[in-house]
């Protein structure tokens, strides 16, 4: 597609229940990133992938948090047992890796999760 | 701790004239910063960056200053237009590339008034 897209773009659910965001990057872009903004807050970055890999996933607020990437492309962050916290905007980000020190990330329009 | 602070939660500045938003960090081993611009329920959008080697970078209406000694970069946008009204957030990242992803701060609601 022409840009990044996320699914649902809105989600409420009920304190206690799973829920799957969902991202699409920008085609052929390796790097895929996921940021959470809490109200009043700046983006909190969560995850990193490098193809299907995420090196590192201490950015995840807790183990309640899992993300996996297939194909190098689509990417689900799930949130199991969730907790009122958890209500933020979940944004995607995609980046095709170039020869400067960083990418310019671009992002989708988010998914809003209220939970209840 | 904060290591990317925009002090200004918002600013208004009237049509025409020049906006100047402002952001410091503290963590030295910074050498990318971006600034992206947010509508409300959008995604962020990227408007310019600039590498640490560099203490100007300039696109159009839209020029990005960076002073590594006092760890502080500013954006300016002139002439100053209605459609520039959004939430504006600078963002650092250090070499090694995205792995650690982009380092936010809180935004800042830029108002510009006919």
């Known amino acids: 597609g022409a840009g990044v897209s996320q699914s649902p773009s809105n989600k409420v659910t009920e304190k206690g229940k799973d829920v799957e965001l969902r991202c699409d990057p920008i085609?052929?872009?390796?790097?895929l990133y996921w940021y959470r903004q809490s109200l009043g807050q700046g983006l909190e970055f969560l995850i990193y992938?490098?193809?299907?890999?995420?090196?590192?996933k201490s950015g995840l607020p807790s183990d309640r948090f899992s993300a996996e990437r297939t194909g190098g492309s689509v990417s689900t962050l799930t949130i199991q047992r969730t907790q009122q916290e958890d209500s933020a905007v979940y944004l995607c980000a995609s980046s095709f890796p170039g020869l400067g020190p960083t990418e310019t990330q671009y992002f989708g329009p988010g998914t809003r999760l209220l939970v209840l | 701790d904060q290591q990317v602070k925009q002090n200004s939660p918002s600013l208004s500045v009237q049509e025409g004239r020049i906006s100047i938003l402002n952001c410091d960090y503290t963590n030295s081993m910074f050498d990318y910063f971006l600034w992206y611009k947010k509508y409300p329920a959008e995604g962020p959008t990227f408007l310019i960056s600039i590498s640490s080697i560099k203490d100007k970078n300039e696109d159009g209406r839209f020029t990005v200053f960076l002073n590594k000694s006092a760890k502080h970069l500013s954006l300016h946008i002139v002439p100053s237009q209605p459609g520039d009204s959004a939430v504006y957030f600078c963002?650092?990242?250090?070499?090694?590339?995205?792995?650690?992803?982009?380092?936010f701060g809180k935004g800042t609601h830029l108002i510009i008034q006919p």
């Open positions: 992938f490098q193809g299907n890999s995420a090196p590192d």
């Open positions: 085609s052929g872009h390796t790097a």
């Open positions: 963002a650092a990242s250090s070499e090694g590339g995205g792995a650690d992803g982009l380092t």
